[in-house]
């Protein structure tokens, strides 16, 4: 389980906030257009990390969000860890296409504001 300040920190990342544990369902952050769980684990495998960013993925998608796990590895008390991001293929390419889309919108408008 992450610390409140860690959660806060993963949220932050992704504009979004803390979910308070009594209301959590099994979210950590939750932002308009991200939500997710923080792992804080001195190891991980690549199939619970799999399996965790599938279970975001399925969550998100049904509230119309993406869904993220957001990793940092408990390391020896004098290593600096990062935090990793953990994202499905398809949570990938649905936020790209999110992106393209308002990058084209805003680039459209700012033409149409200098003719």
């Known amino acids: 389980m992450a610390s409140k300040l ?6 932050a990342l992704k504009g979004s906030h803390r979910v308070p544990r009594a209301f959590a369902e099994s979210l950590d952050f939750r932002g308009k257009l991200w939500l997710g769980q923080v792992a804080h684990a001195r190891t991980l495998s690549l199939a619970e990390l799999e399996r965790r960013a599938l279970d975001m993925e399925r969550l998100a998608f049904t509230r ?5 796990l957001v990793v940092k590895r408990r390391g020896d008390p004098t290593e600096e860890t990062p935090r990793l991001v953990v994202v499905t293929e398809a949570t990938w390419r649905r936020f790209h296409a999110r992106y393209a889309q308002s990058v084209l919108l805003s680039t ?6 200098h003719q």
């Open 6 to 11: 860690e959660v806060r920190s993963a949220a």
């Open 64 to 68: 119309g969000r993406l869904g993220a």
């Open 108 to 113: 459209t408008a700012e033409e149409g504001e």
